[in-house]
């Protein structure tokens, strides 16, 4: 009788230790604020360990003149989209090894998604922005905002600015802005190398911005992925 009293009492210890475990866990899991905004997703530097990252979003040096990434510095991404970074990156160094790619934007919680969205709508930069009832493919972890650096991580002169808008961020009209001398010959070919290299590895460009690269359909991303938190 005594070991069974016993046996009861370290049952009701360790369901109370359990429950207040399970009580604790969500400000655990949410108190590191640089973490993944999905447990789905990986750092991208454990895949592609030669990646530089700059999350423009998490500095003022973007088209919010703002933070809004907090304290995530990281380029995290669906585990395909890592792979196929690695790819590129490996494309890269063997035709340039004195290059490196550099992440500006990888996957983007849809509450910055909103805050872009209410900054844009309705204004000329509206197209450059996903509605986040749609969703772009940053929120799925699935695209990545990259340029070309050199092996201490500095940004190639590319034609215009990261998060530019207007035509001369456009690799549509690439080459009428080259023939009208607008884009210079050493830009085009840096934007040329860079998609090279990614569509290699998989990734699909937009025809709008040089710098954004997916890596999936956006119909197969929403058919296979959800929305980040």
Same mark, same amino acid.
């Given at each position: 009788?005594?070991?069974?009293?016993?046996?009861?009492?370290?049952?009701?210890?360790?369901?109370?230790?359990?429950?207040?475990?399970?009580?604790?866990?969500?400000?655990?899991?949410?108190?590191?604020?640089?973490?993944?905004?999905?447990?789905?997703?990986?750092?991208?530097?454990?895949?592609?360990?030669?990646?530089?990252?700059?999350?423009?979003?998490?500095?003022?040096?973007?088209?919010?003149?703002?933070?809004?990434?907090?304290?995530?510095?990281?380029?995290?991404?669906?585990?395909?989209?890592?792979?196929?970074?690695?790819?590129?990156?490996?494309?890269?160094?063997?035709?340039?090894?004195?290059?490196?790619? &550099? =992440?500006?934007?990888?996957?983007? %919680?849809?509450?910055?998604? $909103? /805050?872009?969205?209410? @900054? #844009?709508?309705?204004?000329?930069?509206?197209?450059?922005?996903?509605?986040?009832?749609?969703?772009?493919?940053?929120?799925?972890?699935?695209?990545?905002?990259?340029?070309?650096?050199?092996?201490?991580?500095?940004?190639?002169?590319?034609?215009?600015?990261?998060?530019?808008?207007?035509?001369?961020?456009?690799?549509?009209?690439?080459?009428?802005?080259? &023939? =009208?001398?607008?884009?210079?010959? %050493?830009?085009?070919?840096? $934007? /040329?190398?860079?998609? @090279? #290299?990614?569509?290699?590895?998989?990734?699909?460009?937009?025809?709008?911005?040089?710098?954004?690269?997916?890596?999936?359909?956006?119909?197969?991303?929403?058919?296979?992925?959800?929305?980040?938190?």
């Amino acid at each position: 009788m005594k070991a069974k009293r016993e046996l009861v009492a370290t049952l009701n210890c360790q369901l109370l230790t359990v429950n207040c475990l399970f009580l604790l866990w969500p400000a655990v899991a949410t108190s590191a604020p640089g973490g993944p905004p999905s447990p789905e997703l990986v750092d991208a530097t454990t895949v592609a360990p030669d990646l530089a990252v700059e999350l423009k979003y998490a500095t003022s040096d973007n088209f919010m003149r703002k933070n809004v990434y907090g304290e995530m510095t990281r380029c995290y991404l669906r585990k395909e989209a890592a792979q196929k970074l690695a790819a590129a990156g490996k494309a890269l160094r063997a035709l340039r090894p004195d290059l490196r790619l &550099l =992440a500006y934007d990888c996957a983007r %919680p849809l509450r910055v998604q $909103r /805050l872009m969205w209410k @900054l #844009v709508k309705g204004t000329p930069s509206q197209p450059y922005v996903a509605d986040p009832r749609t969703g772009s493919m940053h929120n799925y972890g699935c695209a990545v905002d990259l340029t070309l650096a050199d092996r201490k991580g500095r940004a190639l002169e590319m034609g215009s600015a990261f998060d530019a808008t207007g035509e001369l961020a456009q690799p549509r009209q690439e080459r009428a802005l080259h &023939l =009208a001398g607008k884009l210079s010959t %050493p830009h085009w070919t840096n $934007r /040329l190398l860079l998609r @090279l #290299v990614m569509v290699q590895a998989g990734f699909i460009p937009l025809d709008i911005e040089w710098w954004h690269f997916d890596c999936v359909r956006p119909g197969e991303a929403r058919g296979r992925f959800t929305k980040l938190p």
